[in-house]
């Protein structure tokens, strides 16, 4: 039994199902004149019966052989990366770019990366520049300022 | 005007300075990329989408389909030195070329490779050139139901032939065809699935959710890799292969060409497909199949000329019926649409500037790939040496910037790291990415021909069944679907999964 897809394809599922049961709110229509509805309760009714194949396979997969997927992950690293990924995206505007952008490189290099910090400061400022360069001087792209002003 | 005229004007464009330079940027950030294993063509094009954006979109369509052949023949250089593939097509490459170099011969592995990679490149172009324009002629014929069924024939061929569980690849399409619907409804202008977020009012977008799963999705899992880095201890010398290398190769190189082109026109295949097929067609024609594995340059030949050639192959169903092949079509695609412009039979037609500038560009990125990989490898081995600690934060920042750059909206950031979490967890429990990406672009262009088709037989489904030409596609369909339940099929499917799985890891 493959107990990580018997959980995935259950998660599946509940999501088709919302997608068919939420839809019929837009107006399904008629094969007529198929409504804004029809194709996302097509597409939920989809999601369900492929997940639910999924489910049985898994349910009566017979192989002993347990595949631990979660075993080498190394869930503190994982969890600390989104976590500074989502704290970029929050400080953008506050901090402005360079400044961000600085202190996220500084962060997953010294800490993530195991590189010195004497590398992780070179890595970072550079990065931060030279992005903030072809982004904003080169390409044009309007890229936040934040507090500071830059 | 004759196909003379209109590749010379191709020339014109592709020859002007910033094209010419933007070619160049796409060519060396492929290789740089097919070199680097654990960054793969679809995220680095995606990395690179934002900076086309303010790029005229010519020159932005250069630089991308630039970045694609380009990573084909880096890719080679890892396998061959490394025994790690620096993107999924060059797997096979590994077989043979790794041996070569144990015994010494990683200059002629690494020739054969760059010259059959420009030959089948070249070739490709030549056929993509005189392909193309026909079938836009014949695809203006195509009505709703046809171009149904042909979406329908992508997305199910793209999860059959994918690398993981078939059933699994399917359900990523059911999810990329819902998240294709999330936004305004473009038939009636009511909006749906928006939850009341003005972020959603557009859809959800493309560039977050490749960037999300191929970009940072792919950075998570590789935090729990060690990955290895020891190049084989050989001096690379003597990289222009010998006349009996290239007797040995010769009919590799034309077969590969040949079969390349074709899988890759095919919607569902592409680079991947046919580096494997052709790996397996050399074997069967070769007197000595069981030399294979232990160094045969036929071996590195074929596959290198089959995944080079099937890039130009996929520019095709792309250029002419507004259909991409595969996930790195997709992304190609949602480039040309942020710009305006909507690929398909007309495009050849009211963009010939951006159709031949692209198509001759490709013509001149092959041969500055062939300048660049035969005399720069050292520096791409010393390329191989910069540490993942470096690496993946500048892949996580150009994934943040490429989001926010988008619509300069920091939602658009956390949807992408949302979608990277999302990837993340497809990974671990192996359900293939492509799929939802390809279904997420075809989405809305399918459920509009769907829904036109309905209404054009009155609500009878059986309309896709009454075109001669949507009914042979989707009988096809329904074959290959049933053929993936037959015992036999299935046992050779899932010994095929089992390889690329263990030659990936």
Redesign the interface.
């Known amino acids: 039994m493959r107990r ?2 018997l959980l ?2 259950a998660i ?1 599922f509940c ?2 199902l919302f ?1 068919a049961v ?2 019929p709110r ?1 107006g399904i229509g ?11 309760f097509l ?2 009714l ?2 369900c019966c ?2 639910t ?2 489910f049985l ?1 898994a349910l009566f997969d017979k192989s002993l052989k347990v595949e631990r ?2 075993a ?3 869930f503190q ?2 969890i600390l ?2 976590l500074v ?2 704290a ?3 400080l ?2 506050t901090l402005g770019f360079i400044i961000d ?1 600085f202190l ?2 500084l962060f ?2 010294r800490y ?4 010195s910090w004497g ?1 992780s400061f070179l ?1 970072a400022g550079l ?2 520049i030279l ?1 903030y360069l ?2 904003e001087t080169w ?5 936040p300022r934040g507090i500071f002003g830059f | 005007m004759s196909l003379l005229n209109q590749v010379l004007m191709g020339f014109s464009v592709a020859l002007e300075p910033i094209n010419l330079l933007f070619c160049f940027v796409g060519v060396v950030t492929g290789t740089l990329v097919g070199v680097l294993p654990g960054l793969g063509p679809v995220a680095s094009i995606s990395l690179l989408l934002p900076v086309t954006f303010h790029l005229n979109p010519v020159t932005g369509v250069i630089m991308l389909a630039g970045i694609y052949y380009g990573a084909m023949y880096g890719g080679s250089t890892t396998s061959i030195l490394v025994n790690i593939p620096g993107e999924a097509a060059s797997v096979v490459t590994c077989i043979d070329g790794y041996q070569m170099a144990r015994q010494g011969r990683a200059g002629p592995a690494l020739g054969i490779s760059a010259f059959g990679s420009f030959i089948a490149g070249t070739f490709s172009i030549v056929a993509l050139m005189l392909v193309a324009p026909p079938l836009a002629e014949i695809a203006l014929k195509f009505g709703p139901p046809e171009y149904f069924s042909i979406m329908v024939l992508g997305l199910t061929l793209l999860a059959y032939l994918s690398s993981g569980p078939m059933i699994k690849a399917l359900l990523m399409a059911g999810v990329g065809l819902f998240l294709g619907t999330i936004g305004v409804d473009t038939l009636t202008g009511s909006t749906r699935f928006t939850f009341g977020m003005i972020t959603l009012m557009d859809g959800v977008g493309l560039v977050p959710v490749v960037m999300g799963i191929f970009g940072i999705g792919e950075v998570l899992e590789n935090l729990e890799l060690k990955i290895a880095r020891d190049i084989y201890a050989t001096k690379v010398k003597n990289l222009l292969p010998s006349r009996q290398d290239w007797i040995e190769s010769k009919w590799a190189l034309v077969r590969g060409t040949i079969l390349g082109f074709f899988l890759g026109i095919l919607p569902g295949g592409g680079a991947l497909i046919a580096s494997f097929a052709s790996y397996a067609l050399e074997k069967k024609c070769s007197k000595t199949p069981e030399k294979f594995g232990k160094g045969m340059i036929a071996g590195v030949a074929g596959p290198e000329a089959a995944n080079n050639s099937a890039t130009g192959g996929a520019f095709v169903p792309l250029l002419t019926l507004g259909i991409p092949a595969n996930a790195v079509m997709a992304v190609m695609m949602g480039a040309l649409m942020i710009h305006g412009i909507q690929p398909g039979p007309t495009l050849i037609d009211q963009y010939p500037d951006l159709f031949w500038g692209v198509v001759t560009s490709m013509y001149i990125g092959n041969v500055l790939l062939l300048i660049l990989n035969l005399p720069l490898i050292g520096i791409w081995v010393r390329v191989l040496r910069v540490p993942y600690g470096i690496l993946f934060p500048l892949i996580m920042l150009f994934c943040l910037i490429g989001a926010y750059t988008m619509k300069n909206n920091v939602s658009d950031m956390f949807v992408m790291i949302i979608f990277g979490i999302v990837g993340y967890l497809m990974r671990k429990c192996k359900y293939d990415a492509p799929p939802l990406i390809l279904a997420l672009v075809l989405g809305p262009m399918m459920e509009e021909s769907l829904r036109k088709s309905l209404l054009m037989s009155g609500g009878s489904p059986f309309i896709f069944f009454q075109h001669p030409i949507s009914a042979v596609i989707l009988l096809f369909v329904i074959f290959m679907l049933a053929s993936s339940l037959i015992p036999g099929l299935r046992r050779k499917r899932e010994k095929i999964e089992k390889i690329v799985s263990e030659s990936e890891t």
């Open positions: 990580h897809d995935s394809s599946f999501v088709g997608i939420y839809a837009f008629s094969l007529n004149t198929p409504g804004t509805g029809f194709m996302p597409t939920g989809i999601i492929f997940a194949t999924i396979q997927i979660w080498g992950v190394r690293k994982l990366s989104i990924l989502t970029y995206a929050l953008l505007e952008s996220l490189i997953l290099t993530m990366g195991s590189q590398k890595c990065s931060s992005s072809l982004f390409l044009k792209a309007q890229l």
